[in-house]
């Protein structure tokens, strides 16, 4: 009969007790070595690293297989950490390994992920399942990306493009090999799909608001008196109808010397072109907020016509 999860630990703690603990005939690896080297200076860290993959086991975001990685690194480290054990790493990962119902190669791996996340911080994703496209949920891998694209949306505009080029970096290159993925690259749909699970959105940049006095009470008073000057300007004006013809004729008003005019609208007609004219629509972050862009875009050239229902545009003669 199969013994239970506790029978297997306590098996275990008496073989080492006893002087038979169980062997790892593997040689060590640079991961091992580098692991050896700590002591009892280096427990503080050892100790924080436990307390913060012990919250990262904690996420419900993460996998199983995920879970049991970190869950093994934590139970690792406890034993290391045990003055009353003094486990080698090599002892303590063979432990929890077994626990797990693995062997040697197990805890030689759990010592490799170990050293990776002491040294580099990186999280032991696997690529099985949903962690090919989960890999954003190593967090030092998704803020190397915030940081990357917050640089540059400081000065300018983001786009997927600039996700893909990231990714191809010698520095991210190198991090995607440490955490076991099988792709070194990512298409644009997929770096579009990144953007928005870190919180950026494709849109228009909101606008603060200024409050410049629309509705004081001189402005209002001036807005009625030019409609009431209009209405009686246009009982002057020709009326024209939908197809450009003339839907009234007037008799226009008297002058001096006897003769008659009609008042013709002349409006104007303008262009300008700035020299810093901005983009309306880029990718923004869900934490951006919105400010009062200045109202200054740099020299500016503005292109004029007028134009007449009677007789088109006005032109030149001169030109």
Do not use: C
């Amino acid at each position: 009969m199969a013994l239970d999860a506790r029978q297997q630990v306590d098996a275990i703690l008496k073989d080492i007790r006893e002087g038979r603990k169980p062997q790892d005939n593997g040689t060590d690896t640079a991961s091992d070595l580098a692991l050896n080297q700590l002591h009892h200076k280096d427990f503080p860290a050892l100790q924080r690293a436990v307390t913060k993959l012990a919250i990262k086991s904690h996420d419900k975001k993460l996998d199983v297989l995920f879970r049991a990685r970190i869950t093994a690194m934590v139970g690792t480290l406890n034993l290391y950490l045990d003055s009353e054990l003094s486990y080698s790493w090599r002892e303590a990962s063979l432990v929890v390994s077994k626990t797990q119902g693995q062997g040697s190669n197990h805890a030689r791996n759990i010592r490799t992920w170990i050293h990776q996340f002491l040294s580099r911080g990186v999280f032991p994703l696997h690529r099985f399942g949903q962690a090919r496209s989960s890999i954003l949920h190593d967090e030092d891998f998704a803020q190397a990306i915030q940081l990357h694209l917050q640089s540059i949306a400081k000065d300018g505009y983001i786009q997927a493009q600039d996700i893909v080029d990231f990714i191809e970096t010698p520095e991210m290159q190198q991090k995607l090999e440490e955490s076991g993925a099988r792709k070194k690259k990512i298409s644009l749909r997929t770096a579009q799909r990144w953007l928005h699970q870190m919180g950026w959105r494709y849109g228009k940049t909101k606008k603060g608001m200024y409050v410049d006095g629309h509705e004081r009470e001189d402005i209002v008073k001036y807005r009625d008196e030019f409609v009431a000057r209009w209405k009686v300007y246009e009982k002057r004006m020709v009326a024209y109808d939908n197809n450009g013809n003339i839907a009234s004729t007037l008799a226009g008003f008297p002058v001096a010397r006897g003769q008659r005019f009609k008042l013709i609208l002349v409006t104007h007609d303008e262009s300008t072109y700035y020299e810093y004219d901005r983009r309306k629509s880029k990718w923004i972050h869900d934490s951006d907020k919105p400010v009062p862009e200045r109202k200054g875009e740099g020299q500016s050239l503005m292109i004029s016509d007028f134009l007449t229902l009677e007789w088109g545009r006005l032109v030149s003669d001169d030109l």
